[in-house]
């Protein structure tokens, strides 16, 4: 597999895959914040803050995987220079 294939593969599937794992994750954190907010009612506010920061985490790694997206997206060949190359 020569180099534009790989990274036309890693562009491809690079952000797809993150935010598929980011998604799963933020639905992890939700709920189980909010079976500890139907527990203990009292701590509501302390669960709702931490749920907002690792939530804003979780985003962040997504967001970060984007501007890689764009990055690589730059580098990759034209189809038609990418064919002359291959002759």
Avoid: H, N, W
């Avoid at 701590?43 to 764009?70: K, P, T």
Wanted: glycine residues 6%.
């Amino acid at each position: 597999m020569d180099y534009p294939a790989a990274l036309a593969l890693a562009v491809g599937l690079g952000l797809p895959i993150a935010v598929l794992l980011a998604s799963t994750a933020q639905g992890r954190a939700a709920a189980a914040a909010v079976e500890s907010i139907a527990r203990q009612p009292e701590a509501a506010g302390d669960i709702r803050s931490a749920l907002l920061l690792a939530l804003a985490l979780i985003e962040s790694l997504v967001i970060y995987c984007l501007l890689i997206f764009f990055l690589l997206m730059g580098k990759l060949p034209g189809i038609l220079e990418y064919l002359d190359k291959a002759r």
